[in-house]
C-alpha cells in the first residue's frame, strides 16, 4: 500500500537556525499537506499543496511539491522555540482520489535549544 | 465555536470492558474521521463518515464500530478492548472530500 516515509526522524538544533525536513513515497500523489502537533493537541494544517513544483510560504514555513509527485519538503527559517513539535506530511490515499482519506507519514520530531 | 471537541480526554480499561469515544464538531463540517496515533506510525484512519448517514472503513478498522448520530456528532465504540488498543485517538472534521481537516485534541486510551 502507499506509505510515506519522513526524514529526519528527529531534529535538535539552537534557536535561529535553519530546518529541513522531507517526505518521500513510493507512488504518486497529487496533494501534499504538512501538518504539525504540539504536545498534547491534535495535527493543525500549515500548508497544503496541489501542483508539482509549487512552492508555498505560510510565514517562516515554506514547503514545496516535489516534480517526481513523490515526495515533498518543508523547512522553517529562523527557528524559535515555539517550533517544537512534530511535523507531518499527509497525502490523499488513491491518487486522484477524494481527499478524505489521508495517509500521514511518521513524523519529524522538532526540538529547539533557546 | 469550540471547533472539534473529545471527550473523555484520558481513559484506561481493562481488556475485554467496552466504551465510547465522543466527538462533535460546530464548524457544520460534512465529513468527519477518527484517527489513532501510536509511537513512530503516524496518524492512521479508522473510519470516516462522508456524511450525515454513511459511514466507512479506513486503514485499521478491526476492533472498531462507529455512529454518525448527527451532522455534528460522530462516535468510536469498543465492544471488547484489547491491549493493542492502547493509543492516542484522534477525531477530525471537514468540509466534504476537504483538505483542510480540523483535529480534536484526542483522547488517551490505555487497556490493561
Known amino acids: 500500500g502507499q506509505q510515506l516515509n519522513q526524514s529526519p526522524q528527529s531534529m535538535f538544533i539552537q534557536e535561529g537556525e535553519d530546518v529541513s525536513m522531507n517526505c518521500t513515497s513510493s507512488?504518486?500523489?497529487?496533494?501534499w499537506l504538512w501538518y504539525k502537533q504540539e504536545p498534547g493537541e491534535g495535527p493543525v494544517l500549515l500548508i497544503a499543496?496541489?501542483?508539482?513544483?509549487e512552492l508555498t510560504s505560510n510565514g517562516r514555513l515554506t514547503a514545496q511539491f516535489g516534480i517526481t509527485r513523490k515526495d515533498s519538503f518543508l523547512n522553517i527559517s529562523a527557528s524559535i522555540p515555539s517550533d517544537v513539535g512534530i511535523y507531518f506530511c499527509a497525502g490523499p490515499a488513491n491518487y486522484g482520489g477524494a481527499t478524505n482519506k489521508l495517509i500521514f507519514g511518521t513524523g519529524t520530531l522538532l526540538a529547539v535549544q533557546p | 465555536n469550540a471547533g472539534v471537541t473529545q471527550t473523555p480526554k484520558f481513559q484506561v480499561l481493562k481488556t475485554g470492558q467496552s466504551m465510547t469515544l465522543q466527538c462533535a464538531q460546530d464548524m457544520n463540517h460534512n465529513s468527519m474521521y477518527w484517527y489513532r496515533q501510536d509511537p513512530g506510525m503516524g496518524l492512521r484512519l479508522i473510519y470516516y463518515s462522508a456524511s450525515e448517514g454513511t459511514t466507512d472503513k479506513g486503514e485499521v478498522p478491526n476492533g472498531y464500530n462507529v455512529s454518525r448520530l448527527n451532522k455534528r456528532e460522530f462516535s468510536l465504540r469498543l465492544e471488547s478492548a484489547a491491549p493493542s488498543q492502547t493509543s492516542v485517538y484522534f477525531c477530525?472534521?471537514?468540509?466534504?472530500?476537504?483538505?483542510?481537516?480540523?483535529f480534536g485534541p484526542g483522547t488517551r486510551l490505555t487497556v490493561t
Open positions: 507512488s504518486i500523489f497529487n496533494t
Open positions: 477530525a472534521s471537514s468540509e466534504v472530500a476537504g483538505v483542510r481537516k480540523y
Open positions: 499543496l496541489y501542483k508539482a513544483g
